[in-house]
């Protein structure tokens, strides 16, 4: 193992380290009307990656309102990280508009959040496979 690949190894195991929260990162299909029930249901979820991650605020995010219908959306960027190894399936590719959902946590406050993924970070010589997410509550 040359010095580079060495390097980047032992930092990839240090921030897999502090991935603390297990996480479901998936996609979700178009809501769809049940004629029978007259009730609007969540389309189908296509789970991309379920394990280890590491969810923390934006630090110069501020959080910004939104009108959405006809309430209010707080929108508060966080930052994603997952092992760097995290393999998807054959051909599939994240894109803004997945979900994160937070399935456990030491800040038992954060299981249930689920983020939106707005964008998708590659990166050779990274320590993690991160993305940008935002809370719409």
């Given at each position: 193992m040359n010095g580079l690949a060495e390097f980047?190894?032992?930092g990839r195991a240090a921030h897999r380290e502090l991935m603390g929260e297990q996480l479901r990162l998936y996609e979700q299909g178009p809501d769809v009307f049940d004629r029978?029930?007259?009730?609007?249901v969540p389309g189908p979820q296509t789970v991309l990656y379920t394990g280890p991650g590491r969810v923390k605020?934006?630090?110069?995010?501020?959080?910004?309102?939104?009108q959405?219908?006809?309430r209010e959306?707080?929108?508060r960027d966080y930052e994603v990280a997952v092992p760097w190894s995290?393999?998807?399936p054959p051909g599939v590719r994240v894109a803004p508009g997945a979900r994160v959902e937070v399935l456990a946590s030491a800040d038992t406050r954060m299981v249930g959040l689920v983020l939106w993924v707005t964008g998708v970070q590659y990166s050779s010589?990274?320590?993690a496979w991160r993305l940008s997410a935002e809370d719409r509550s």
């Open positions: 980047l190894a032992r029978e029930s007259g009730e609007t605020p934006v630090a110069q995010a501020s959080g910004t309102e939104e959405a219908g006809e959306v707080n929108l995290t393999e998807l010589t990274a320590t």
